[in-house]
């Protein structure tokens, strides 16, 4: 499988300030997705990412709020904007091999962002 | 829409016990399903997965059999060692060309391990 990273790995904000999480694969990889795991909760879908078209997001979600960027097949970025420390939570990306018959993902290490 | 219901945890066992966590399944179709882990400190890594039914997935001591009649996908291990205190993601997949690929996750079972 690919090795899959982000930046950063942590961060401490203020409210109203927005962060700009980096997803990085090291080959390029068909589909991107970005989940959101609040503190003692389980991982819910915030949008997937597909290169060369806008994002898609899950109901509850919206672009205004969490803007993604997909430039080509191994990067993507997620935007945490206007921060409420209820956006506290660990933000993860992954990604899906395509083609396979079983829709595996891989995940990144995940990014905990703590606003104050 | 889809979902996955896992036991409430933690689940505190002891050095070689046998463990068995819980996990039904709620969904159109033929999902695939899958067994995540996350050790403390450490992002989610896949344990194990299942096509398609009676498959049965494994990894490093672990099993699930994926059982459509009953829609579970229970994770089980004969002997637990403290090394597999973490906490335990059940998760499905919709069936080819459907969802796009998405995974539903359930709410999560830690397990504590001790000597």
């Known amino acids: 499988s690919a090795v899959i990273s982000q930046k950063p790995s942590r961060d401490i904000c203020q409210r109203g300030t927005s962060l700009t999480i980096q997803c990085q694969v090291d080959?390029?990889?068909?589909?991107m997705f970005w989940y959101r795991q609040q503190p003692g909760q389980s991982l819910t879908l915030i949008a997937t990412a597909n290169q060369g078209s806008e994002a898609t997001y899950e109901s509850g979600f919206v672009i205004d709020k969490f803007p993604i960027s997909r430039p080509n097949l191994t990067f993507s970025t997620l935007t945490v904007s206007n921060m409420s420390p209820e956006d506290s939570s660990i933000y993860l990306c992954s990604y899906n091999r395509g083609g396979s018959s079983y829709n595996e993902q891989f995940f990144g290490p995940g990014t905990r962002l703590t606003v104050l | 829409g889809d979902s996955v219901t896992q036991m409430e945890g933690p689940v505190t066992l002891s050095e070689e016990a046998f463990l068995t966590i819980n996990c039904t399944y709620t969904a159109t179709g033929y999902p695939s399903l899958f067994w995540y882990v996350q050790y403390p400190g450490e992002g989610l890594q896949l344990l194990l997965k299942a096509t398609k039914a009676d498959d049965k997935g494994s990894n490093k001591g672990f099993e699930a059999t994926y059982r459509k009649e009953t829609t579970s996908f229970h994770l089980e291990k004969g002997s637990v060692q403290v090394s597999d205190s973490a906490v335990y993601f059940c998760a499905l997949s919709p069936s080819m060309g459907g969802g796009g690929n998405k995974l539903t996750f359930g709410t999560g079972t830690q397990l504590k391990v001790e000597l």
């Open positions: 080959s390029q990889v068909t589909m």
